[in-house]
Every structure is written in C-alpha cells, then in structure tokens.
C-alpha cells in the first residue's frame, strides 16, 4: 500500500469513527442514561451503515470518498448558509430524542413502529448509498466541479429523478423518530426534511444555470425528487 493511500485510509477510519462517536453523544447524552436499547440498537444500526456504505464505495466509487473528506473550492454561498442551519435542525432530530424518549417521557411512542422505521431506514440508506456510488460528483456542499471535469450523470438512480440521494437521506431522517420511539423528534425532522427540499430547489437551479448538459437533462427526467409530484 502507498504512503499516500496508507495515510487516506487513516482518515477514513477516523472520519468513520468520528461519525459514529458524534451521534452516540447526540443520542445518548440527553437521554442522560445509557440504558436506553433502542439508543443502543440505533447507533448499531448506523454503524453497521456507515461500515457498509465505506467497503461499498470503497469498491465501486473511491475516489468520491476522497472528496467527501473535505471541502472542494467554489462551494456556493447559499449552501454555507443551509450549512449552518441545516446542522442543528437535523441534531435537535437526536437531541429531542434523548430528552423526549427517556429523560423526560414527554410521549410515548408504540413499539409496533420501530419496525416501521427499519422500513423506511434500509430503502433509503440503500438508495443514498447508490447514489453516490453512481455519481462520483457526490461532494459535501454544491459547486460546479470544474477541477473535477463536472459532468451530468443519468445513470441508475439519476434514470428516474435528479436528486436521488435527498430522497434516500428522507428515510434516515424520518425513521430516526420511528427508530428512538420519540414523537416529539418528528418535529426537527419534519423540519430537516422542508430544509432539504429548500437545498434540492437551489442545486437545481444551480446546476441548471451552470452546468453544461443539464438543462437537457432535465429535460428527460422531469422530476427532481418524486416521479409525477416534483
């Protein structure tokens, strides 16, 4: 293995281990407990993910692993900005969790419905997953790639609506609620939810204005999230 992969394959590690670090604290320190095993079976769940998800683009994508490390020049401007908003919204889906679950039993959500949750997990992590398998312009904030030779993709998921990867992130988003047993948490990711369609309609219209090929694109597959609604 070269040097240059060695110290790569360093920082995923620590960038996954860093990932499911940050939402064991976001789960269970307003729990106030550790004994929570619905806290416990949900970073399980994320963590059999993430480690899935690496090997997968590991495979098919790597390069896009990479970019997703770090920041690439250009972001817009508007996306710093959905950034710093975006990031609590989608925290407080954990953080109101914690304190609704256990902490405090404000609601009481039926067992019946962490099922429910694994329903809309697994399809939607799978089709995230895809998703940037597919595109290897999957980066972390919008920009036009042009250090990358930014270029349309229309294959698999992108085949069917143009921003497949928020529709598979909804399914983490919404299940997490059905996940942690909260009702309460339905209403940051509710919200989170609004913040990315907001960011699906900015990207659109960036990537419509400044990248060469799609307009046509779009013009061929009309939907951006929802076959026939939008």
């Known amino acids: 293995m070269s040097a240059q992969r060695r110290v790569g394959a360093v920082q995923l590690l620590f960038a996954v281990v860093a990932g499911i670090a940050t939402i064991g604290v976001a789960v269970f320190w307003p729990a106030g407990t550790l004994h929570w095993p619905a806290g416990w079976a949900y970073l399980g769940l994320m963590s059999a993910y993430f480690c899935i998800n690496v090997v997968y683009l590991d495979r098919v994508n790597p390069e896009l692993i990479v970019h997703r490390m770090h920041f690439g020049s250009g972001t817009k401007r508007w996306d710093i900005v959905w950034s710093i908003i975006f990031t609590p919204l989608f925290t407080a889906v954990y953080i109101v969790a914690g304190l609704d679950a256990v902490r405090y039993e404000w609601s009481v959500m039926p067992s019946w419905l962490w099922p429910l949750g694994l329903v809309l997990f697994v399809p939607g992590a799978w089709l995230f997953s895809w998703s940037m398998g597919v595109n290897p312009f999957f980066e972390k904030t919008v920009r036009i790639q042009t250090d990358r030779g930014h270029r349309v993709i229309d294959t698999g998921p992108y085949a069917h609506v143009r921003h497949p990867g928020y529709v598979g992130f909804f399914g983490w988003t919404l299940a997490t609620p059905l996940l942690l047993g909260s009702w309460c948490s339905l209403g940051p990711a509710i919200l989170a939810s609004i913040a990315m369609i907001v960011r699906t309609a900015l ?18 597959v009309h939907y951006r999230l929802l076959p026939g609604v939008w």
């Open 203 to 220: 990207e659109d219209r960036t990537l419509r204005e400044e990248l060469e090929g799609y307009e046509a694109y779009a013009q061929r």
